[in-house]
């Protein structure tokens, strides 16, 4: 589709027949993320998430509570289905879009510009479909975008409020997952490079606005508080990991972003963030400075800490909306600035084929995870990977009436997570005995039918074999082994045990083996593009 070709925003005949056109491959898109996120198994982590929108807790041990509450606030709409557990995913898809629109519009006013910026996440593999899967990034991703406009639209009005909301959004950031602090050097490089610094550095508004992001982060401040601050501890663990330096952790990192943000669309958003950066650090232009800026801090931390340890597939998914708005804003910048035109026309050809050949790429991903049998990854692929676990959910419940155990154990939280999800009525309590810690000021989950009942334990292997249940009093007797498998690939074994004589401490103190959560530096857990990095045998615990 071409985009608008005009330098105004002035509509006419024409234009609002591309705008229709537009909006009407935007809607088929995101009928597209629909289907997908309804037919689609949850994967674990998914799972893990939704269990947090069950209880009534402050924050968690792994992550703020934002994503909890998206869940939560998707399920009272569909209920505890995968739409439900997916749909803010979809919403803030969409509002990342409007947000980014609005940002190109007041910037340039250029209806192409406009279009490039909005069509740009709907040719990245993880926006355009796998936005659909929810995760503390999700939630982050709105919220970063929000606070980029709230302070373009302190450019453009030069109103002091605007700090305000910048601050709003950026706690709201903070909330949702602790990564955004990265972006703290684009605001600081925002307020104190141009020729405005010494105005809002005697100003009260930006401090304010501190203020605010703090006190919207108060539940995960108040809950590490009464914790001995353990999330903090638990994240510093990846922060400050370090290992013997390996070209192929940043062959994995390179590789995913190419394949999440697009082939030709990842050069193509980097380009236009290096133009931006000399732009707004040459002439000292705010937007240009933040812009650029939001997206070079992260993107190379993330490229230092890859040359000794695996970046998740997700973590810098966060900075590319403000590269797709730096892109797009220099389309627009280019001609103005009296470059020659076959530089301007090559930049806009470019843009052009990152969309389409993005849009049809997201569109073949679809079709192969929706209407296709095939399986061409193995047992690396990473949706079939984690599907599957009705299959391990049926044998479980069989056992249950067999042997009359009342519940059920795990030593794995997506094991747990899942077991959960597909025993969601509450009325068999399902249980990970280990990493308490993950679970702090959880709910009670039945130990009326736990304590003196018999119980299921239900393991991959090797984890029944764990050196743990040797510090509990428990008698295993073997049941069956269950296989889980996907397309005609066997994923995981599993093994079903019988447990009698033990009731699990689901309190157990700080320095017992059975509390502590495993903090592996560099877990990941690959989406899409598994079959560019190493095999699933990484991802595993």
């Known amino acids: 589709m071409a985009p608008p070709n005009s330098s105004t925003t002035k509509p006419d005949s024409s234009a609002i027949r591309q705008w229709l056109a537009v909006a009407a491959l935007i809607a088929a898109l995101t009928a597209l993320r629909v289907i997908?996120?309804?037919?689609?198994?949850?994967?674990?982590?998914?799972?893990?998430?939704?269990?947090?929108?069950?209880?009534?807790?402050?924050?968690?041990?792994?992550?703020?509570?934002?994503?909890?509450?998206?869940?939560?606030?998707?399920?009272?709409?569909?209920?505890?289905?995968?739409?439900?557990?997916?749909?803010?995913?979809?919403?803030?898809?969409?509002?990342?879009?409007?947000?980014?629109?609005?940002?190109?519009?007041?910037?340039?006013?250029?209806?192409r510009a406009i279009v490039i910026a909005v069509l740009m996440p709907e040719a990245a593999l993880y926006y355009g479909l796998l936005m659909a899967k929810v995760s503390p990034d999700v939630a982050l991703i709105p919220f970063a975008v929000a606070m980029v406009w709230a302070l373009v639209r302190l450019h453009e009005s030069n109103d002091a409020r605007w700090w305000l909301a910048a601050g709003l959004?950026?706690?709201?950031?903070?909330?949702?997952?602790?990564?955004?602090?990265?972006?703290?050097?684009?605001?600081?490089?925002?307020?104190?490079?141009?020729?405005?610094?010494?105005?809002?550095?005697?100003?009260?508004?930006?401090?304010?606005?501190?203020?605010?992001?703090?006190?919207?982060?108060?539940?995960?401040?108040?809950?590490?508080?009464?914790?001995?601050?353990?999330?903090?501890?638990?994240?510093?663990?990846?922060?400050?990991?370090?290992?013997?330096?390996?070209?192929?952790?940043?062959?994995?990192?390179?590789?995913?972003?190419?394949?999440?943000?697009?082939?030709?669309?990842?050069?193509?958003?980097?380009?236009?963030?290096?133009m931006t950066a000399w732009r707004g650090y040459r002439r000292g232009d705010a937007v240009a400075i933040l812009l650029s800026t939001a997206v070079l801090v992260p993107f190379c931390y993330f490229f230092w800490k890859s040359l000794s340890l695996r970046v998740g597939d997700t973590w810098p998914m966060f900075i590319w909306p403000a590269g797709f708005a730096a892109a797009a804003i220099n389309t627009a910048m280019l001609p103005r600035e009296n470059f020659p035109e076959w530089i301007t026309k090559s930049t806009v050809a470019w843009a052009r084929a990152a969309i389409v050949s993005g849009i049809g790429f997201v569109i073949g991903v679809f079709l192969y995870y929706v209407a296709s049998p095939w399986n061409f990854i193995g047992r690396a692929d990473p949706i079939g990977g984690e599907a599957g676990y009705e299959q391990v959910a049926g044998?479980?419940?069989?056992?249950?009436?067999?042997?009359?155990?009342?519940w059920i154990a795990t030593t794995d939280y997506r094991t747990y997570a899942m077991l959960r999800w597909y025993f969601r009525s509450d009325a068999v309590p399902v249980i990970q005995i280990n990493e308490r810690g993950r679970f702090e000021g959880f709910r009670d989950p039945g130990m009326d039918a736990i304590k003196g009942h018999a119980g299921l334990y239900v393991g991959r292997e090797p984890d029944n074999l764990s050196p743990l249940w040797k510090s509990t009093t428990a008698v295993r007797q073997p049941l069956e082994r269950v296989e889980r498998s996907w397309r005609g690939i066997?994923?995981?074994?599993?093994?079903?045990?019988?447990?009698?004589?033990?009731?699990?401490?689901?309190s157990p103190p700080p320095d017992s083996p059975l509390y502590r959560a495993r903090t592996l530096a560099g877990e990941t857990q690959p989406l899409i593009v598994a079959a560019l990095t190493n095999d699933r045998d990484k991802r595993r615990d």
């Open 169 to 274: 959004f950026a706690g709201l950031a903070i909330l949702s997952k602790f990564t955004a602090v990265m972006l703290a050097p684009a605001v600081l490089a925002f307020m104190l490079v141009p020729a405005w610094r010494r105005r809002w550095l005697f100003s009260p508004y930006p401090w304010a606005a501190a203020l605010i992001a703090v006190v919207v982060f108060l539940p995960v401040l108040i809950w590490n508080y009464q914790h001995d601050w353990a999330s903090f501890k638990f994240q510093l663990v990846r922060a400050t990991a370090t290992h013997e330096w390996s070209f192929r952790t940043v062959g994995d990192y390179i590789g995913l972003q190419f394949g999440l943000v697009g082939f030709i669309l990842l050069p193509v958003v980097l380009s236009g963030v290096a």
């Open 490 to 506: 066997v994923m995981d074994t599993y093994a079903l045990e019988k447990l009698t004589g033990w009731t699990p401490e689901l």
């Open 395 to 406: 044998p479980a419940r069989a056992q249950l009436q067999k042997t009359g155990a009342t």
């Open 36 to 111: 997908y996120a309804s037919v689609i198994d949850l994967r674990t982590d998914e799972a893990y998430y939704w269990t947090w929108s069950k209880e009534n807790v402050l924050s968690f041990l792994d992550h703020p509570p934002m994503i909890a509450w998206f869940i939560r606030f998707g399920t009272a709409i569909f209920g505890d289905t995968n739409l439900g557990v997916r749909f803010a995913g979809i919403l803030a898809m969409l509002v990342t879009q409007l947000l980014l629109a609005d940002i190109i519009r007041r910037v340039t006013h250029d209806v």
